[in-house]
């Protein structure tokens, strides 16, 4: 079975400092993987999504970029962190044939 | 650009009692709607999908319906139990295109 995994789970970090989140795909090939933000009490913002390996979409300007270096691995960075990209950030992975979102546990990012 | 919009107030109705929660998007009608369920603190969780062709769908205690004229579709759920307490949070589909409403909280009492 399909399983969805990022880290870490919480993190605090000080504005101007980097980031880098981390989420991992296994039981499936070729998925199509998305990091959301969601920030206290609002709904899913999509940050960015991939295709394929090196293919990254961006849907929101911002200090954050995204990388996809192996098949099953996806990964949000910041070189430097705004106090506005404080949130809880989720990645996903769509089942093909039906469409539906799979959802890794969130990282929970507070910058001070 | 799309728009989904869902009652940004909390439901709150009694355990037994059926909870109804809207969901109304702008623009075009998508491929299909997705439900997903949100606890606090935790990754949403795929409940159930409606393609734009069907007009309703069950699952247990679950039913969404999907009405392309009112561009609505609406999220049941019946003989609520206090263990249906979530946000949930509605999903506009379209190809790689998919589009997340701000959620709807339901507090069933017992």
């Known amino acids: 079975s399909q399983t969805i995994h990022q880290w870490p789970a919480t993190l605090v970090q000080p504005v101007g400092s980097p980031l880098s989140l981390e989420c991992t795909v296994e039981?499936?090939?070729?998925?199509?993987l998305y990091w959301y933000r969601q920030a206290a009490g609002r709904g899913l913002q999509l940050l960015f999504y991939s295709v394929g390996i090196g293919q990254i979409s961006s849907e929101v300007p911002q200090n954050l970029s995204a990388s996809r270096p192996q098949d099953r691995q996806f990964i949000l960075s910041s070189k430097k962190l705004l106090l506005s990209d404080s949130g809880f950030y989720l990645c996903?992975?769509?089942?093909?044939?039906?469409?539906?979102?799979?959802f890794g546990e969130g990282s929970r990012l507070t910058v001070l | 650009s799309q728009k989904i919009e869902q009652n940004s107030e909390a439901l709150n109705i009694q355990e037994g009692k059926t909870a109804t929660l809207t969901c109304n998007y702008t623009?075009?009608?998508?491929?299909?709607l997705q439900w997903y369920r949100q606890d606090p603190g935790r990754g949403p969780v795929f409940l159930l999908l409606?393609?734009?062709?069907?007009k309703e769908k069950r699952k247990e205690r679950l039913k969404v319906t999907f009405d392309t004229t009112l561009k609505q579709s609406l999220f049941h759920i019946t003989a609520s139990q206090p263990a249906d307490s979530a946000t949930y949070l509605c999903?506009?589909?379209?190809?790689?295109?998919?589009?997340f409403g701000g959620g709807t909280r339901l507090m069933v009492k017992p």
């Open positions: 996903a992975w769509r089942k093909q044939n039906t469409g539906e979102l799979f």
């Open positions: 409606i393609r734009e062709n069907e």
């Open positions: 623009n075009y009608s998508p491929a299909y």
């Open positions: 999903v506009w589909n379209a190809g790689n295109m998919l589009t």
């Open positions: 039981g499936t090939s070729n998925p199509n």
